[in-house]
Nanobody
Framework: QVQLVESGGGLVQPGGSLRLSCAVS????????MAWYRQAPGKQRELVAA???????NYADSVKGRFTIWRDNAKNTVYLPMNSLKPEDTAVYYCNRRDPDFGSWGQGTQVTVSS
């Protein structure tokens, strides 16, 4: 069974930075495209960033130039450093396989951007 453990969230002021991590176990991590998603209160989950097995990346327009997705296959971990954070980035952040997902989700990590 695949396990996804997200970490690194917290409370940060506007303009601040955080680095999210997602440790994946129970699957052959390196062969899958992975993605970060987020869900704000009262909104649907949305795709934030994705990275293929070949390390090609794509981003939601709202985070381009501020967020960077990368992966360490030796550690079965995908990362999301986030800079220049804005209040509208406040959400619970999740990682998962990119289309289709693994069929289960981790607990997510809360990111709150507020002064």
């Amino acid at each position: 069974q695949v396990q996804l453990v997200e970490s690194g969230g917290g409370l940060v002021q506007p303009g601040g930075s955080l680095r999210l991590s997602c440790a994946v176990s129970g699957t052959i991590f390196s062969i899958y495209a992975m993605a970060w998603y987020r869900q704000a209160p009262g909104k649907q989950r949305e795709l934030v960033a994705a990275i293929t097995a070949g390390r090609n990346t794509n981003y939601a327009d709202s985070v381009k130039g501020r967020f960077t997705i990368w992966r360490d296959n030796a550690k079965n971990t995908v990362y999301l450093p986030m800079n220049s954070l804005k209040p509208e980035d406040t959400a619970v952040y999740y990682c998962n396989r990119r289309d289709p997902d693994f069929g289960s989700w981790g607990q997510g990590t809360q990111v709150t951007v507020s002064s």
